[in-house]
């Protein structure tokens, strides 16, 4: 029987446990989620920190619309990436939030109230929003947008969770 543990013995250190070798077959989750503007900005965040992210459309100040996708950290800020919808009545230079109030001022007197919102969609007043401790970016287009928004999904919840959908769009 000593003889029998002292050839088994060895063999035991030789061979890796079963949990070791499937840990190793793994790739390992990436914990960093980059995007990456160019030159003009480029925001980085650990995954582990990622409370929530959603996508939704809104009209601010009832005179354009906005679609935003914001990821929500454990962290003092929230990051949004926004892509403000053409509307013929702003000029090409006023695209910043407050540039877009500033030349859309009339249109907002003339068109939706905050009371009637024609187009279904929230209505934001900026910038009596909740933008304290908000990093924002501004992309050029709705497909750069839903792009962002997937790769970043796509990252924070590999396994795609459960998704809730009311009895109107199933």
């Not at 250190?13 to 990436?30: V, W």
């Not at 090409?92 to 249109?107: C, V, W």
């Amino acid at each position: 029987m000593r003889h029998l543990c002292a050839l088994i013995l060895p063999l035991l250190f030789l061979t890796p446990a079963h949990g070791q070798e499937q840990q190793q077959q793994q790739p390992a989750r990436p914990r960093i989620w980059t995007a990456d503007f160019g030159d003009t900005a480029k925001i980085t965040v650990d995954l582990r920190s990622i409370v929530s992210v959603s996508i939704h459309p809104y009209m601010l100040n009832g005179a354009v619309q906005v679609t935003e996708v914001t990821i929500d950290t454990t962290g003092n800020n929230s990051i949004r990436f926004y892509y403000i919808h053409a509307d013929d009545s702003i000029t090409a230079t006023e695209t910043s939030p407050q540039g877009i109030i500033s030349s859309a001022g009339q249109k907002i007197q003339r068109e939706i109230t905050q009371q009637k919102n024609e187009s279904g969609l929230p209505a934001v007043k900026f910038p009596e929003g909740a933008y304290a401790h908000t990093i924002e970016y501004q992309v050029n287009s709705l497909d750069d947008l839903l792009s962002l928004y997937k790769s970043v999904i796509s990252v924070w919840n590999p396994s795609g969770g459960r998704t809730y959908k009311p009895r109107s769009q199933r």
